[in-house]
T-cell receptor, first 109, second 114 residues
């Protein structure tokens, strides 16, 4: 079945530094979604990418979908303490969402 | 309610005990998912319903796990003869229909088997 791999597992940054997490799928994806889970919370939807090569921005967050629709990335510019949490990518397979292992971001003020 | 509601929030079970976890999805959401999330891991798919039909249960770890959604709304995940390795957060999510819509998660049920 489809597998979704995410790296790195952890990232510790100083406030103001940039952060990137990468997601790779073993199969071509129809679309990919990104979620954020705060400590002690539940995953919350951030965005969905559908088209090959698509780039979307949400303030300091930039999401990319690879040309082959098998990989994706999330880049945060100038991290803030409010960015703390775990970021998951999730690929759709037959109607169900398959999550990556997540990248846990900690930000030192 | 406005969001996905799960109960109980916390459950402590003695090994061998049966448990039932409840999920109330957002009204009108056709798709409902159950995930298991161990500490420090991503949500692992357990099972998926579209209305009352269980379309995929490939993620259920053993025949001790059973899920139902008899009227296409509320769902129950039942775990029989709980074991320590069942300790995890069980997340329920719902979405309007298919693969192009966002999933809304409940707060989860933290199950601890002692």
């Amino acid at each position: 079945g489809q597998q979704v791999m995410q790296i790195p597992q952890y990232q510790h940054v100083q406030e103001g530094e940039d952060f990137t997490t990468y997601c790779n799928s073993s199969t071509t994806l129809s679309n990919i979604q990104w979620y954020k889970q705060r400590p002690g919370g539940h995953p919350v939807f951030l965005i969905q990418l559908v088209k090959s090569g698509e780039v979307k921005k949400q303030k300091r967050l930039t999401f990319q979908f690879g040309e082959a629709k098998k990989n994706s990335s999330l880049h945060i510019t100038a991290t803030q303490t409010t960015d703390v949490g775990t970021y998951f990518c999730a690929g759709n397979q037959g109607g169900k969402l398959i999550f990556g292992q997540g990248t846990e971001l900690s930000v030192k003020p | 309610g406005a969001g996905v509601s799960q109960s109980p929030r916390y459950k402590v079970a003695k090994r061998g005990q049966d448990v039932a976890l409840r999920c109330d999805p957002i009204s009108g959401h056709v798709s409902l998912f159950w995930y298991q999330q161990a500490l420090g891991q991503g949500p692992e798919f357990l099972t998926y319903f579209q209305n009352e039909a269980q379309l995929d249960k490939s993620g259920l770890p053993s025949d001790r796990f059973f899920a139902e959604r008899p009227e296409g709304s509320v769902s129950t995940l039942k775990i029989q003869r709980t074991q320590q390795e069942d300790s995890a957060v069980y997340l329920c999510a719902s979405r309007v229909l298919g693969g192009s819509t966002e999933a809304f998660f409940g707060q989860g049920t933290r199950l601890t088997v002692v």
